[in-house]
C-alpha cells in the first residue's frame, strides 16, 4: 500500500478520557479539511487574486483509518512521514483519510489550514490484512490479535502495531460493513510468481 494520508491525532495530556478513546473530534475535522460539511479548511494550489490558493474541496475515499499507537507523533518536514518514538509509555489516537490516486506527492495536495490536521506521505509497503464484518468497535482487539497470531504462526515478521481500516459510512448497516485490521510486515520479500 502507497499514497498520501490526511491525519488528525489526540495527542497525549487530553484531559476529555471520553474523547480520548473514541477520538471523536477526528472524523469532522478531517471532513473539513477534504470539505465534507462546507468550504474546505485547506490552501488549494491554484492561486487566486491574493495569491493565497483558493480553497479545494477533495473527494471523499475509503477506508478511513484509525489506531492508537505507542509514543507522540512527531511533527517534522512535510516531505517526511510522522514518526513515531517507540520508547515512550504515552499513546495517542489517530485517525486518517487516505486521500485520492490523483495526489502523488505532499507538495500536489492542499495544504491543511487546521493545526491539528497534517499530510503524510506513505512509501510503498507489504501489510498483512484481515478481513471482517460487522462494527469494527469493539471486535478489533480480537481481530488484530487473530492477524498478529496468524502472521506469527507463519513466520512473518511484523511490526506488531495495528490499526483498522473502515469502508463504509457510520449510517451502513452494521452486519453489511466491510473493515479490516491491518499491519506492517518488515523485511517481507514477495514470494516469485509463477511463470504462465
Given amino acids: 500500500s502507497s499514497g498520501i494520508n ?13 474523547e480520548r478513546k473514541n477520538g471523536s473530534k477526528a472524523f469532522p475535522q478531517l471532513a473539513k479539511y477534504i470539505g465534507v460539511f462546507q468550504t474546505p479548511e485547506n490552501k488549494g494550489k491554484v492561486l487566486t ?8 474541496k477533495i473527494a471523499m475515499t475509503a477506508p478511513v483509518v484509525i489506531a492508537e499507537a505507542q509514543g507522540p507523533p512527531t511533527k517534522i518536514a512535510m516531505t517526511a ?8 509509555a504515552e499513546s495517542y489516537h489517530y485517525m486518517s ?78 452486519m453489511l460493513r466491510y473493515n479490516e485490521i491491518i499491519v506492517d510486515l518488515v523485511d517481507y520479500v514477495e514470494p516469485p510468481q509463477p511463470q504462465e
Fill in 81 to 88: 512521514p510522522v514518526v513515531i518514538a517507540e520508547d515512550s
Fill in 97 to 174: 483519510f487516505i486521500l485520492p490516486s490523483q495526489y502523488q506527492k505532499i507538495d500536489e495536495c492542499p495544504e491543511p489550514t487546521n493545526p491539528n490536521v497534517w499530510l503524510e506521505e506513505l512509501p510503498p509497503k507489504f501489510c498483512g490484512v484481515l478481513p471482517f464484518k460487522g462494527r469494527a468497535h469493539p471486535q478489533e482487539k480480537e481481530r488484530s490479535e487473530e492477524l498478529l497470531r496468524g502472521l506469527d504462526d507463519a513466520g512473518i515478521k511484523h511490526d506488531g502495531k495495528w490499526r483498522v481500516a473502515q469502508f463504509n459510512p457510520p449510517w451502513c448497516i452494521p
Fill in 49 to 56: 487574486d491574493d495569491s493565497e490558493g483558493a480553497p479545494t
Fill in 6 to 18: 490526511a491525519e488528525w491525532s489526540l495527542r497525549p495530556g487530553n484531559n476529555n478520557e471520553e
